[in-house]
C-alpha cells in the first residue's frame, strides 16, 4: 500500500514537473516604468531564452514585453524572424535608453532585416508595437525598477 502511495506521489510530482515547465523559460518576470508606464517583463537572461524571444507568441498586451539581459555591455543586434507581432525594441545601457526601434515588423523570410543596438548596451526591451509613439518614448529616458 505505501508503495502504491509513494508511486502516485512520483507520478504526480512528475506529471506537474513535465507541465509547469512548458514555459519555465520565462517564469522571471520584472516590473518597470518607462515613462511613468508601469509594464511586466519576462526575463530573457541566457542564450536559449534570449535566441527565443517572443518568437512564435499568438499575442502581447500593451503592458507587456520580454527583457534580455546580458552578461556584459555590447553591441547586440535583433530580428523579428518568427515573431507574429510587430514590435517597439528599447536598448538600454545602465538603465537608460540609448536608442530604439519603433513598430519593427515581422518577418517570416529566410533572411530577416537586422536591428543594431547602435552603441554598446546591456540590456533589450521589447514592447507592444505602437507603445514608443504613444507614451512618447525618447532617447536618455531611465527604465525604473519597481520592487
Same mark, same amino acid.
Given at each position: 500500500?505505501?508503495?502504491?502511495? +509513494? ?8 506529471? +506537474? *514537473?513535465?507541465?509547469? #515547465? ?7 518576470? /520584472? =516590473? ?5 508606464? !508601469? &509594464?511586466?517583463? %519576462? ?12 518568437? #512564435?507568441?499568438?499575442? +502581447?498586451? %500593451? ?8 552578461? !556584459?555591455?555590447? %553591441? &547586440?543586434? @535583433?530580428?523579428?524572424? #518568427?515573431?507574429? @507581432? ?5 536598448? &538600454?545601457?545602465?538603465? !537608460?535608453?540609448?536608442?530604439?526601434? *519603433? !513598430? /519593427?515588423?515581422?518577418? =517570416? ?7 543594431? *543596438?547602435? %552603441?554598446?548596451?546591456?540590456? &533589450?526591451?521589447?514592447? =507592444?508595437?505602437?507603445?514608443?509613439? =504613444? ?13
Amino acid at each position: 500500500m505505501n508503495k502504491k502511495l +509513494l508511486i502516485s506521489f512520483l507520478l504526480c510530482v512528475l506529471i +506537474l *514537473s513535465v507541465n509547469t #515547465n512548458v514555459n519555465a523559460n520565462y517564469l522571471k518576470i /520584472v =516590473k518597470v516604468k518607462i515613462n511613468d508606464v !508601469k &509594464v511586466s517583463l %519576462e526575463v530573457a537572461d541566457n542564450d536559449k531564452d534570449r535566441e527565443t524571444g517572443l518568437m #512564435n507568441r499568438k499575442t +502581447l498586451s %500593451e503592458h507587456q514585453g520580454m527583457l534580455f539581459l546580458f552578461d !556584459k555591455t555590447q %553591441e &547586440v543586434y @535583433f530580428w523579428m524572424k #518568427n515573431v507574429n @507581432f510587430p514590435l517597439d525594441m528599447l536598448f &538600454v545601457r545602465k538603465n !537608460k535608453i540609448v536608442n530604439f526601434y *519603433s !513598430k /519593427v515588423p515581422t518577418c =517570416k523570410a529566410t533572411t530577416c532585416p537586422i536591428y543594431p *543596438s547602435s %552603441e554598446q548596451v546591456d540590456s &533589450v526591451i521589447e514592447l =507592444k508595437s505602437g507603445f514608443c509613439e =504613444k507614451y512618447k518614448i525618447k532617447i536618455g529616458q531611465k527604465i525604473y525598477f519597481i520592487k
